[in-house]
C-alpha cells in the first residue's frame, strides 16, 4: 500500500512539478519525512532515468494521475503459502 502513494509523491519531487505535492498520509499517519528519505537514498542513475521521462510531460502543470487496482486471489488467506 506503500507504492502508488510514494510513486505519486516522488514523481512530483523528482520531476519538479508546480506547486507541493498531496501530503502523504498512510494509515492517518504523515509519512512525506520517510519518502524524502527514500527519494534521497535512491540510486544517482534511477533518478536520473526517472528525470528523463519528466521531458514527455505537456506542462509542468501536469496532475500525476495514478490508481492502485487490486482485487482477491484463490491463494488470499492461505498460510501454507
Known amino acids: ?3 502508488v ?3 505519486k509523491y516522488a514523481l512530483h519531487k523528482l520531476w519538479d512539478l508546480e506547486g507541493e505535492p498531496a501530503t ?3 494509515r492517518g499517519h504523515n509519512v512525506s519525512g520517510e519518502f524524502d528519505r527514500a ?3 535512491l ?3 534511477v533518478k536520473k532515468q526517472v528525470r528523463y521521462y519528466a521531458n514527455y510531460l ?3 502543470n501536469d496532475r500525476i494521475k495514478l490508481y492502485g487496482i487490486v ?3 484463490d491463494i488470499d488467506g492461505r498460510r501454507d503459502l
Do not use: A, C, E, N
Request: charged share 25%; aromatic share 14%.
Open 71 to 73: 482485487g482477491s486471489t
Open 1 to 3: 500500500w506503500y507504492g
Open 43 to 45: 540510486d544517482k542513475g
Open 58 to 60: 505537456r506542462t509542468r
Open 39 to 41: 527519494i534521497m537514498r
Open 24 to 26: 502523504p498520509m498512510l
Open 5 to 7: 502513494t510514494f510513486v
